[in-house]
């Protein structure tokens, strides 16, 4: 009975160990195409909406626009809005992406990156 309990033992560390390698399938962004090739300075918060309009702000998931608002206002700097970049999924419904840049606006927030990829020519 003993080698038993030590076997499910070390798999349960192991499936434990392993389970942990992947991050979350919410953060897999495909960024929509750009041929800009301009270069991108890191903002103060980012914010991630992935392709069925879920949204995370520093690492949290964001349910509604009070979230949102409280967690731009708890990144204000000597009481300015902070920069925000968008790590918005390529497949993502326009409309989800233009209400998120609407919240952000209601923030006060004026400096917002989208971020893209690179079109492969």
Known sequence: MTPLVSVIFLLIIFFLVAGTV?????????????????????????IYIDQEGRRAVAGREVKNRFQL?????????????????????????????????????AAKVEQVELITEDRKS
């Open 22 to 46: 992947r991050a979350p399938s919410f953060w897999d962004i495909d960024h929509p195409q750009s041929s800009s090739e301009a270069p991108v300075e890191a903002m103060a918060v980012t």
């Open 69 to 105: 608002r409280y967690l731009l206002d708890e990144n204000r700097q000597n009481g300015e809005p902070p920069s925000v970049e968008i790590h918005a999924d390529g497949r993502v419904d326009a409309h989800e992406v233009v209400k998120l840049m609407e919240e952000i606006r």
